[in-house]
């Protein structure tokens, strides 16, 4: 089992920049990369960002890939998603994932349905 814990102020204005993190425990070696994935409210859920444990190749949904940037704290275990210039139309639920088997494929890294654990989620609210 690998367990996620999200963090980060969850409310900030527009145009400003919000780093989250997710902590990860337990049986962290059974992971090979992370994601993150957000639920704006009346949406369906939607991938951010991935990376890859090893390496640390990373990998955006191409509309965040400007504003976003994901990295990774080896030594910690912890993932961040730092966000910039931030719009309300961010305004959503973030999660963030933990993939078991490797792969440097998009199509992959960008599904959820390949993520085997996930955390809670951390509202991020940005207001105009």
């Known amino acids: 089992q690998v367990q996620l814990v999200e963090s980060g102020v969850g409310l900030v204005q527009a145009g400003g920049p919000l780093r989250l993190s997710c902590a990860a425990s337990?049986?962290?070696?059974?992971?090979?990369?992370m994601g993150w994935f957000r639920r704006a409210p009346g949406k369906v859920r939607a991938f951010v960002a991935a990376i890859i444990w090893s390496g640390g190749n990373t990998y955006y949904a191409d509309s965040l890939k400007v504003r976003f940037t994901i990295s990774r704290d080896n030594a910690n275990n912890t993932v961040y998603l730092k966000m910039n210039s931030l719009k309300p139309e961010d305004t959503a639920v973030y999660y963030c994932?933990?993939?078991?088997?490797?792969?440097?494929?998009?199509?992959?890294?960008?599904?959820?349905?390949?993520?085997?654990?996930w955390g809670q989620g951390t509202q991020v609210t940005v207001s105009s």
């Open positions: 337990g049986r962290t070696f059974g992971s090979s990369s």
């Open positions: 994932a933990s993939k078991k088997y490797a792969s440097s494929w998009y199509k992959l890294l960008s599904s959820g349905n390949e993520y085997n654990y």
